[in-house]
């Protein structure tokens, strides 16, 4: 057996018996804005390296935690996650990212900085280098790369963490119904047990901001719908993660087979793709049609990403880029022009009795 075709926990868990106890400290990089499957992964980690070597981490962060969820669950379990700091880079010499890659464009590994450690569940990036890289796309989260690790550790996994690994695992697959596997079914059943319910749906139900319920409503207002298309501008935006959630929102619309949803955040516009097809590739569709200068990735069913417009720039080029990004869509999935836009829900004032 070859090492890629060794089980992930075996070559995770090697690695880090291996050579980790040649590190005197670690700095573990999550993505921007981090979301749970990221932020669970990268405390697994810490709490790998300290139980097998008593090597004590920095877990950093670019960008916000903007989702009210990921808030909870970080303020509730106590993570010691941080806003990563330039000096980091300069203080640690073991570097290990987690749920995305260096050549990504989604978070703070400078150019001339080589990574120890890599372990992520999207596509794997052709520049993508460190001491072990680990991209597994079988997985449906890369927290469930740490947790079976974990197993096969034989550590004791404190409940804090369980409950983190479980969140994670289950907002990223929406609860075991998008994109998940055999391993992430046995990873989820086997934390379960270990995680504290209280605080997990503290976690799931956390109050919201005024704001929230103002993109709801804006969301609704100006979707617009191209027959199974479904999708919405909503301009500027309280932080870049209300995008992917109103994307989800969306898509729940009984007849509609994709979403589109953008949001304008610090100069950049951020980019949602949802889909129903679990073979539609929707990753490498949005890497296409972002095009250079952006940042973009995902899976089969869910996409991500960003695209520089400019804090300075005008609504002109602002709705320019938008136009241009459903055009290019709706073109991609055979649609001819001219499109056909439906604003079902402007001016709602009588629901239908069926309703």
Known sequence: MTESQRPSRHLLLEFLIREGSAWNSLLILTHDHPDPDTIASAWALATLVERLHGIRSRLAYGGIIGRMENQMMVQLLH??????????????????????????????????????????????????????????????????????????????????????????????????????????????????????????????????????????????????????????????????????????????????????????????????????????????????LLGGGSSAGGHAMIAGGSVDVGKGSSEHNWRKTEENLTTAFLRSQGYQEPFDFQYPFQGIRNVPAAC
Not at 224 to 236: A, D, M, P
């Open 79 to 288: 993570i010691p996650l941080y806003p990563v700091d330039p000096g980091d880079f300069e203080r640690y010499r073991w570097i290990a990212i987690v749920d995305t890659q260096p050549p990504f464009q989604n978070n703070r590994l400078p150019s001339h900085r080589r990574a120890t450690l890599v372990v992520d569940h999207h596509h794997r990036h052709a520049n993508t280098k460190a001491d072990l890289v680990l991209v597994d796309e079988t997985a449906g989260a890369t927290a469930t790369l740490f947790a079976e690790a974990l197993f096969a550790s034989r550590l004791e996994i404190p409940p804090r963490l369980a409950t983190a690994l479980v969140y994670a695992i289950g907002s990223e697959t929406q609860n075991l119904g998008r994109e998940t596997g055999p391993r992430d079914v046995a990873a989820y059943r086997t934390l379960f047990p270990l995680a504290s319910m209280q605080i997990l749906s503290k976690i799931q139900n956390p109050p919201r901001p005024t704001s929230f319920f103002y993109t709801i409503g804006k969301a609704v207002h100006r979707a617009f719908v191209v027959r199974s298309v479904i999708g919405v501008h909503l301009g500027v935006v309280p932080s870049q993660d209300i995008v992917a959630h109103m994307a989800d929102f969306l898509l729940s619309h009984e007849t509609m087979r994709w979403s589109l949803v953008t949001g304008r955040y610090e100069g950049r516009l951020f980019v949602s793709l949802r889909t129903r097809n679990p073979r539609a590739e929707a990753g490498k569709l949005l890497w296409r």
